[in-house]
């Protein structure tokens, strides 16, 4: 058999590996709802969403823009978007929880999108059921692509008949 036949399975075991490593080195920060651990789990969205959007980038090439706003050092480091052909935008906030007696932060994410049929929702992962991962990342900018390329599709589609 060639080697080559194998090599599907071993990304999968590295990509569950790299996911579980990722998992525990989250695992303070991600539970915590103080002000510096959620600064550094935006730090850690910011990284891993530009390198998702260069993922983006190689697979479009020029003929779809993809930009990462910086984010500023220390503490002024507060949100980031991450922008599609300038109309579709993920927007990831530090923001304090106003409904509790302590203080509370956590990260906030609005998924912006332009077109026809444009929209701004609350993104992010379920409090209920799931904390931050590359993951999660990687779904929101895939949902944000599709919205893009849904939007190019109905732009490139002829109108029907009506009364026929």
Do not use: K
Not at 33 to 45: G, I, M, N, V
Not at 68 to 87: H, K
Not at 123 to 131: I, V
């Amino acid at each position: 058999m060639p080697a080559l036949t194998f090599e599907p399975f071993r990304r999968r075991v590295e990509q569950l590996r790299t996911a579980w490593a990722e998992r525990r080195a989250l695992r303070g920060i991600a539970g915590a709802h103080d002000r510096a651990s959620q600064l550094e789990l935006l730090r850690t969205l910011h990284a891993w969403a530009s390198e998702a959007a260069a993922e983006i980038h190689a697979v479009y090439g020029p003929s779809l823009a993809v930009q990462v706003s910086p984010l500023p050092a220390g503490d002024e480091a507060t949100a980031f978007t991450v922008n599609l052909a300038r109309d579709y935008t993920l927007a990831f906030a530090l923001v304090e929880r106003s409904r509790t007696p302590a203080e509370r932060w956590h990260i906030a994410v609005t998924m912006t999108t332009g077109g026809p049929r444009g929209a701004s929702v609350a993104a992010g992962p379920e409090r209920r059921n799931g904390q931050w991962s590359r993951a999660r990342v990687e779904d929101l900018l895939l949902s944000l692509l599709g919205a893009y390329e849904r939007d190019r599709s109905s732009d490139a589609e002829p109108p029907t008949r009506r009364g026929r």
